[in-house]
């Protein structure tokens, strides 16, 4: 039996809605994959936890592009450390300064970064930790230039503080004198 020609001008629009309708929930569904996938290979480290005392060292893998990524907190908000050894010091976006509870002290300073110098300024972050290690009152910078990112430099003045270890992809952190 046929199908009159009105049904079928009505359920043309309808499965080419469909259609679309599919579509874009297929690309939905890509994107929520694919977006995963690159949070992974962009930060491998991020599964790990704060763990005061938890052990004596914590191991990272390095990302695809070169960089050790750590989950960690400052003043018990969660943040992303970047292993910085060619930043002097803690460096923070200016915009975070605020949400966790930090303030500038003293006048402005000029920074040198890989991007060139930045007018900054000095704040004194009361508890940073990550993985095992818990360091209090620590000199950081709050750099405006950063503001683009909510990546935290932890810089030499954490790290002199550790013993590192690098192994291929591997970097092994551990107290000094454990």
């Known amino acids: 039996m046929d199908t009159p020609p009105r049904e079928k001008d009505m359920a043309r629009p309808m499965g080419r809605g469909m259609a679309w309708l599919a579509a874009l929930a297929l690309i939905g569904v890509l994107w929520l994959f694919f977006e995963g996938v690159q949070d992974r290979r962009t930060n491998p480290n991020r599964h790990l936890t704060v763990a005061p005392g938890a052990s004596s060292e914590l191991v990272l893998k390095r990302n695809p592009a070169g960089h050790y990524l750590v989950p960690g907190?400052?003043?018990?908000?969660?943040?992303?450390?970047?292993?910085?050894?060619?930043?002097?010091?803690?460096?923070?976006?200016?915009?975070?300064?605020?949400?966790?509870?930090?303030r500038a002290i003293g006048p402005?300073?000029?920074?040198?970064?890989?991007?060139?110098?930045?007018?900054?300024?000095?704040?004194?972050?009361?508890?940073?930790?990550?993985?095992?290690?818990?360091?209090?009152?620590?000199?950081?910078?709050?750099?405006?230039?950063?503001?683009?990112?909510?990546?935290?430099?932890?810089?030499?003045?954490?790290?002199?503080?550790?013993?590192?270890?690098?192994?291929g992809d591997t970097l092994i952190l551990k107290a000094l004198g454990q």
């Open 108 to 167: 402005p300073i000029q920074v040198s970064t890989a991007n060139g110098t930045v007018t900054a300024r000095m704040t004194l972050i009361d508890e940073l930790a990550f993985g095992p290690f818990v360091l209090r009152q620590t000199h950081a910078t709050l750099n405006p230039g950063m503001d683009d990112d909510d990546i935290v430099l932890l810089g030499m003045n954490v790290l002199k503080q550790l013993e590192f270890t690098q192994r």
């Open 73 to 102: 907190l400052i003043n018990d908000q969660p943040v992303t450390f970047m292993l910085d050894t060619g930043a002097t010091q803690v460096a923070l976006p200016a915009k975070m300064g605020a949400q966790l509870g930090l």
